[in-house]
């Protein structure tokens, strides 16, 4: 799979290296930075598939951008540094990091510390959609019990029939189950 890399490099050095060790494995730089300042900005103007930092010492200001990065536009990050305090690593998994790479640009390795770093970027997205889901489906379920418990009180029902109306009702609608049950809250609302 080609990518599309945005390179963040401190040493322009190991930069080089790294621009020609994507391009032997067949990915395309589509921008090169010296700062992480203008990261967002330049992600936004180039849409990568990958970003690949090489930083002697990743800062509180390049993990606070991989933070706002993660959370609005969270795409797989490679990170490059001789840094090995615990600390800084666990800050940088926190930001979104996908691999943190202790003194290891070798050559060699390179396409599997990619490969490793989309996989997990992948997997990390797979649970967050799977949390939000799950989320998304708790609060349904708290309006349709709310909304039953309407209907028990006021109409007389017990909680099947409470159920089976609002059930009954999303059908004859084409409707979910959770937006009937909003409406009978909401109703229920007005009517109070």
Excluded at 97 to 118: C, K, N, T, W
Aim: charged share 30%; proline share 3%; glycine share 4%.
């Amino acid at each position: 799979m080609r990518l599309q890399v945005l390179l963040v490099k401190d040493d322009l050095e190991r930069g080089a290296l790294l621009k020609q060790s994507m391009r032997e494995f067949g990915h395309d730089v589509v921008a090169e930075t010296t700062t992480a300042s203008d990261l967002l900005r330049r992600i936004e103007a180039t849409q990568p598939d990958l970003l690949v930092i090489d930083s002697d010492a990743p800062d509180d200001g390049l993990l606070a951008r991989l933070r706002e990065l993660a959370l609005h536009n969270p795409l797989p990050v490679v990170l490059f540094t001789e840094e090995d305090s615990r600390d800084v690593i666990s800050k940088a998994v926190h930001a979104g990091v996908s691999a943190y790479i202790v003194d290891g640009l070798d050559q060699h390795r390179l396409g599997a510390i990619l490969d490793v770093a989309i996989a997990r970027f992948q997997e990390t997205e797979r649970l967050r959609a799977e949390l939000q889901d799950t989320r998304a489906n708790l609060q349904e379920r708290k309006v349709v019990e709310r909304a039953k418990g309407i209907l028990m009180r006021q109409r007389g029902f017990d909680e099947p029939q409470a159920y089976h109306a609002l059930r009954k009702m999303a059908m004859d609608k084409n409707l979910r189950i959770g937006q009937v049950a909003e409406n009978v809250i909401s109703v229920a609302e007005l009517l109070s």
